[in-house]
Nanobody, 126 residues
């Protein structure tokens, strides 16, 4: 089992940057595939970026070239560097984790993740 705690959210102006962090508990962090998701009011939760256990990454089309997912296995921490932020990026951001065989494209689907953090709010003003 793994517990996840996000941090790093805040309010920025359009074009600004933020880096989200997700600290994971447990000593088997390397065996989990990880993902970042977001949910805006009145909308469904959507996948933003995912990273498999071998380091392979996938991004939603809406954030490609602007967001970067990475992890520091020594610190059991997942990151999401967000640049060139837009008002439409405003949402609650969640990190998620799970184990087992998975295809890369599944890492953008909330249903393939069983462990979730509490979320951190990102607000981008125009």
């Amino acid at each position: 089992q793994v517990q996840l705690v996000e941090s790093g959210g805040g309010s920025v102006q359009s074009g600004g940057s933020l880096r989200l962090s997700c600290a994971a508990s447990g000593n088997t962090y390397n065996s989990y595939y990880m993902g970042w998701f977001r949910q805006a009011p009145g909308k469904e939760r959507e996948g933003v970026a995912g990273i498999d256990t071998d380091g392979t990454t996938i991004y939603a089309d809406s954030v490609k070239g602007r967001f970067t997912i990475s992890q520091d296995n020594a610190k059991n921490t997942l990151y999401l560097q967000m640049n060139s932020l837009k008002p439409e990026d405003t949402a609650m951001y969640y990190c998620a984790a799970d184990k087992g065989p998975a295809r890369l494209r599944w890492l953008l689907r909330p249903s393939y993740f069983g462990y979730w953090g509490q979320g951190t709010q990102v607000t981008v003003s125009s």
